[in-house]
């Protein structure tokens, strides 16, 4: 690589991956991540040191469709082709759906107004192989009805302590808040093309904390099956004990649907 700093300039990339191929989405030495594939990718077609930065850090087996990268990169780079060559370079589990230059101060995770999630659940007596990489499935009938009541309380700005896991303390540090305001949770029911019964829970807000959509699906699932009632859905929340949620959903099911920014909600 040159050791000559050349002329950058920022870009923003729109990029989806399966998670199942990464060890989450953060740097992370010796193992494979999403930015670090990327980055490498960057670097070396760069030939300079690239740094990016996701809208999301999503875990270790989740999925994206809709997550926003930010980077610098050289002004004579092939923009145009860009999506394309990351997309073989970073194959397979990795497609890189455009790439666009974008303001000098655009930060793909700072600049983003709102994030939506998307959790599959499989509500089917049998199985589906086709279905098991991004399909939380879950054999015994679900009342969908009851799912939607226990989405009600979540509506909002709240402390979601009881969805999330807790942030390890950091030395100097004021301890993270774990207030988000959420302005869509639902859940939908379609029919999978092999016949199957899909759930599909979407939740948007301006930021998660760690585990909050697991955990709410988690909990979620547990309304559905009457082990708990709609109601508790808000007596946990308040309770903002994390031992007081159900279980929490498995990271395959989740997908980082979306990213929202100033110039979608102007639009």
Known sequence: MSTTEPATRRARLLVAYEGSYFNGFAVNDGVRTIAGVIGDALSLISRFPVHITGA?????GVHGWGQVISCD??????????????????????????????AEDFHARFSAQWRHYRYTVLNDPVADPFLAA????????????LMYLGCDPLIGEHDFSAFCRKPKPVENEPTPSMFRLVTQAQWTEQVSERGSRLLR?????????????????????????????????S????????????QVAPAHGLCLWEVGYLEQIFE
Request: net charge positive; aromatic share 4%.
């Open 134 to 145: 991004n399909a939380w499935h879950v054999p015994e009938r679900l009342d969908v009805q």
């Open 73 to 102: 990169l050289p002004v004579d780079i092939d923009l145009e082709h860009l999506p394309r060559r990351l997309t073989k370079m970073c194959a397979p589990g990795i497609v890189v759906r455009s790439a666009e230059w974008t």
């Open 201 to 233: 829970f979407e939740i948007r807000a301006n930021a998660f904390c760690h585990q909050m959509v697991r955990s709410i699906v988690g909990t979620l699932v547990d309304v559905g099956l009457g082990k708990i009632t709609p109601g508790s859905t």
């Open 56 to 60: 999301g850090r999503t875990d270790a």
């Open 235 to 246: 007596a946990i929340l308040h309770s903002r004990v994390r031992t007081e949620a159900g």
